[in-house]
């Protein structure tokens, strides 16, 4: 039986949510068994769960609260778990450039649980968005879209070798 993965993600206009598909995706290619969820959503992770990734889109230095709230409620489950974590935000080809340290929020989570690997992609923001804060940041000319789906590939590719690689001889 393949191995169990969520991805949950916290977001406010969708960007995330894509991300995480396109995570989802290349890992159900990698042979594992994928369930994508918003982190609200997600009641429980022991028992259903081998292997998480959570991510969260950024905003204003702060990692989405549905991602944090994610972590801090399932702790106890996620200790016991593989876990890799992703954020989403830079308004800006930043993130195609260089690596991008993890804001406050998500270094929080990586010093209490033991994570495998952060990286930050590109966000993206356009029309429609939906905040004040959104709203101003498009009427400045500085929205657009930053994914790079070809290192968020890369990356979920990664994420499945390395839960591929922690499989028993048996399979599971």
């Avoid at 991510?55 to 106890?76: E, N, P, Q, S």
């Avoid at 890799?84 to 406050?104: C, T």
């Avoid at 033991?114 to 590109?122: A, S, Y």
Wanted: some cysteine; charged content about 25%.
């Amino acid at each position: 039986m393949p191995d169990s993965v969520l991805v949950a993600y916290g977001t406010k206009n969708g960007s995330t949510a894509r991300i995480a598909e396109a995570v989802a995706a290349v890992l159900r290619k990698e042979g594992l068994a994928v369930e994508t969820r918003p982190a609200r959503s997600v009641a429980a992770v022991a028992g259903a769960y081998d292997a998480v990734v959570v991510g969260g889109a950024l905003y204003a230095g702060r990692w989405h609260k549905d991602a944090r709230r994610f972590v801090r409620r399932h702790r106890g489950e996620l200790a016991g778990r593989p876990l890799w974590l992703f954020s989403s935000g830079p308004l800006d080809a930043s993130a195609s450039q260089r690596e991008i340290p993890p804001v406050r929020d998500v270094q929080r989570a990586m010093d209490r649980l033991d994570v495998r690997e952060h990286i930050t992609f590109g966000g993206c923001l356009e029309e429609g968005a939906k905040g004040f804060v959104a709203r101003m940041i498009l009427r400045s000319g500085k929205g657009g879209d930053f994914r790079d789906f070809t290192a968020v590939e890369t990356w979920a590719a990664h994420v499945g070798t390395e839960i591929a690689g922690g499989r028993s001889p048996s399979g599971g």
